[in-house]
């Protein structure tokens, strides 16, 4: 049968759908509100609900049922005007450093007190290294259309994109998702590691990325991406694979997708598996998903090891120094070690997660609840399980309102606490802490 590519399959790369017409179009999302944490004060939130953003996107019909297609997207923090959130929760992330409080004290033992005010003194400057307070938790790198920067062609058989785009595995998880990718009820608030933003449990955007998308009049679809050097939403990938299938017909949504990253030595980083979706009955839309991770090669790895190498060794040796150069060195290669050892082993992610919801139209508003639980598979065993409830009222066909309350109940190490579209909540202020968020804000759509 042939297929007929629709403009409307490429919308998930979009805030909005692509125009059919010759034509370039301004557009955004201008969403905040207020936040209360669980042990935070009260404060003022950008893209609660969804990112805040600004974007430019256009499509040139060229004839024979081919079009030329661009779509550039810029975040935009209305609280601070900047493009660089930081994360909600001002409490300190401690997955990352177990186990090297213990391996620091051995390693200085023959040093008796002085060894053991050292090897304090080295974990929280780790620590402080690791999460620097008030820097940015989502693009570090400070790039303007961090969101999507994307060219394209639609042809009769299919789009061809290239540049920055969503990864099919992240499309179909959004999809899937009771409260779409934002408040503090996001599934997605409790899918990465128990070590938090730092181990991301999904690729979201992958750059450097070449992108075929199509589907069916049956509402069958199916999507390709691939990456190079450079690849991945930081760009550390060496390489980086993605593939969805999708159904969106008959009051259904529903899609299967599967990731696939490799860091700079081409090793199999995250890997992730997501199947889900939604379905439509009259007044409701239940939802559904299930999304796997697992990553045993952290490509962030390589950024811990040159900070410490670089940021911490030296000072290091500077305080081991009066010992002798061999004792020195000696040390200083035991805490090294330590150090290594711990941090591969905790950027680990082996975790599953489950998400069942639903909406229910009320009025020019709908209620919206869902439960999740995060299955962590290692030997941590950090599960988290997240209850929120929420209802979203239009006030115009471009303006809403909104509410939400949310719970997580962790255990053992993991420290999930509730955050938003825009901006990872962060942390809670002890390990296996019950936390709760609850928000209220306003989203309008330009």
């Known amino acids: 049968m042939k297929t007929k590519f629709i403009a409307a399959a490429i919308a998930t790369c979009f805030a909005l759908p692509v125009m059919a017409q010759s034509s370039v179009t301004v557009y955004g999302i201008a969403d905040a509100g207020l936040m209360k944490q669980s042990g935070q004060t009260l404060r003022v939130v950008s893209g609660i609900a969804d990112g805040s953003r600004i974007g430019f996107r256009g499509t040139e019909d060229i004839g024979g049922g081919y079009k030329a297609i661009f779509n550039l997207e810029a975040r935009v923090e209305l609280d601070t005007g900047s493009q660089k959130p930081t994360l909600l929760s001002d409490e300190q992330g401690l997955y990352l450093t177990r186990g090297m409080g213990a391996g620091f004290s051995t390693v200085l033992t023959p040093l ?135 159904y969106k017909a008959n009051n259904l949504d529903v899609g299967l997708a599967h990731n696939r990253g490799y860091d700079q030595s081409d090793r199999v980083s995250l890997v992730t598996t997501t199947v889900g979706g939604s379905y439509t009955m009259d007044a409701f ?65 082996d975790a599953a997660s489950y998400q069942v919801g639903l909406h229910y139209r009320v009025g020019a508003g709908r209620v919206m609840a869902s439960v999740a639980h995060q299955n962590d598979r290692t030997a941590s065993d950090s599960d988290a399980n997240l209850y929120a409830i929420g209802y979203d009222y239009n006030l115009s066909k471009r303006t809403d309102i909104y509410s939400v309350v949310a719970m997580i109940k962790n255990r053992n190490e993991a420290q999930y606490i509730p955050g938003a579209a825009g901006s990872p909540g962060g942390f809670t202020k002890t390990p296996g802490d019950t936390t709760r968020g609850v928000q209220v804000g306003i989203r309008h759509r330009f």
Do not use: C
């Open 112 to 246: 008796g007190a002085t060894g053991g005010a050292l090897s304090a003194g080295l974990l929280q400057q780790i620590r402080s290294g690791l999460q620097v307070r008030g820097s940015a938790a989502v693009n570090p790198e400070g790039a303007i259309f961090d969101r999507t920067a994307m060219v394209g062609l639609i042809t009769p058989g299919g789009a061809i994109l290239l540049g920055r785009m969503y990864t099919p595995g992240y499309e179909v998880f959004a999809a899937a998702d009771v409260f779409e990718s934002g408040t503090a009820g996001t599934w997605g608030g409790i899918t990465g590691g128990a070590a938090g933003f730092t181990s991301l449990g999904a690729d979201i955007r992958s750059q450097k990325s070449i992108q075929y998308r199509i589907v069916t009049p049956t509402g069958i679809g199916a999507s390709l991406m691939y990456g190079g050097k450079q690849s991945g939403y930081l760009g550390r990938y060496n390489k980086f694979m993605g593939a969805a299938v999708t």
């Open 285 to 349: 839309k239940f939802f559904a998903g299930y999304h796997d991770q697992r990553n045993r090669n952290s490509v962030l790895l390589a950024d811990y090891t040159a900070a410490y190498n670089g940021a911490i060794a030296p000072g290091v040796a500077a305080q081991l120094a009066p010992l002798g150069a061999a004792t020195a060195t000696a040390l200083g290669n035991g805490l090294r070690n330590v150090f290594l050892t711990n941090i591969a082993r905790n950027s680990q992610v």
